[in-house]
Antibody, heavy 129, light 107 residues
Framework: QVQLQESGPGLVKPSQTLSLTCTVS??????????WSWIRQPAGKGLEWIGR???????NYNPSLKSRVTMSVDTSNNQFSLKLSSVTATDTAVYYC?????????????????????WGKGTTVTVSS | DIQMTQSPSSLSASEGDRVTITCRAS??????LNWYQQKPGKAPKLLMY???SLQGGVPSRFSGSGSGTDFTLTISSLQPEDFATYHC?????????FGQGTKVEIK
């Protein structure tokens, strides 16, 4: 079963750029038509989807963060990354990476259902001077 | 953005109880609704996708139903390991959005 592991600095200063990497193990980031997502969760709060990327480079970002987010894929190292610029204290959260899968219904035309089936354990990022 | 509203926000139940959690979308999302279980300090775990498809390894006491704007997650007989927070998530339109979570506590 594929596993994901987030890594990166646990402390980032305000106005700087948060950079995280998710390493995919026990499987290839290139196998199958999966997408690769980032999700965050401030302490005691709900989950917020940040965006997703395919190994082709195609991506979808949350409009609320789009101006500050960049995602990329490094297939040679089986990793994908998140950069969030101009951070403030409100960006303090646990950040998760996740694999996105989908399946097609049996109807015609098919309906595609998307879900995140494998998650990393999460990494805590604090924005503070 | 599509707003997802779960009810209740928390509930207390006993082992063996039947538990139902509701998730309502601010607009129709077809059946593009997923459920995740999260235990304290842990990552969310996929339980159900496409409203009613059980993820591999998830016990059959979990079931999901609904379509359009109203969805439910039912646990037929609550077990000790089910005490957790449950999140619904829509993947019909970007940005994907989650409900605020429902915490299932021991009575």
């Amino acid at each position: 079963q594929v596993q994901l592991q987030e890594s990166g600095p646990g402390l980032v200063k305000p106005s700087q750029t948060l950079s995280l990497t998710c390493t995919v193990s026990d499987g290839s980031i290139n196998s199958g038509s999966y997408s690769w997502s980032w999700i965050r969760q401030p302490a005691g709060k709900g989950l917020e989807w940040i965006g997703r990327i395919y190994t082709s480079g195609s991506n979808n970002y949350n409009p609320s963060l789009k101006s500050r987010v960049t995602m990329s894929v490094d297939t040679s190292n089986n990793q994908f990354s998140l950069k969030l610029s101009s951070v403030t204290a409100t960006d303090t959260a646990v950040y998760y990476c996740a694999r996105g899968a989908h399946y097609a219904s049996g109807s015609y035309p098919p309906i595609y259902y998307y879900y995140m089936d494998v998650w990393g354990k999460g990494t805590t990022v604090t924005v503070s001077s | 953005d599509i707003q997802m509203t779960q009810s209740p926000s928390s509930l207390s139940a006993s082992e063996g109880d039947r538990v139902t959690i509701t998730c309502r979308a601010s607009q129709s999302i077809g059946r593009n609704l997923n459920w995740y279980q999260q235990k304290p300090g842990k990552a969310p775990k996929l339980l159900m996708y496409g409203t009613s498809s059980l993820q591999g390894g998830v016990p059959s006491r979990f079931s999901g139903s609904g379509s359009g704007t109203d969805f439910t997650l039912t646990i037929s007989s609550l077990q000790p390991e089910d005490f957790a927070t449950y999140h619904c998530q829509q993947s019909d339109r970007f940005p994907w959005t989650f409900g605020q979570g429902t915490k299932v506590e021991i009575k």
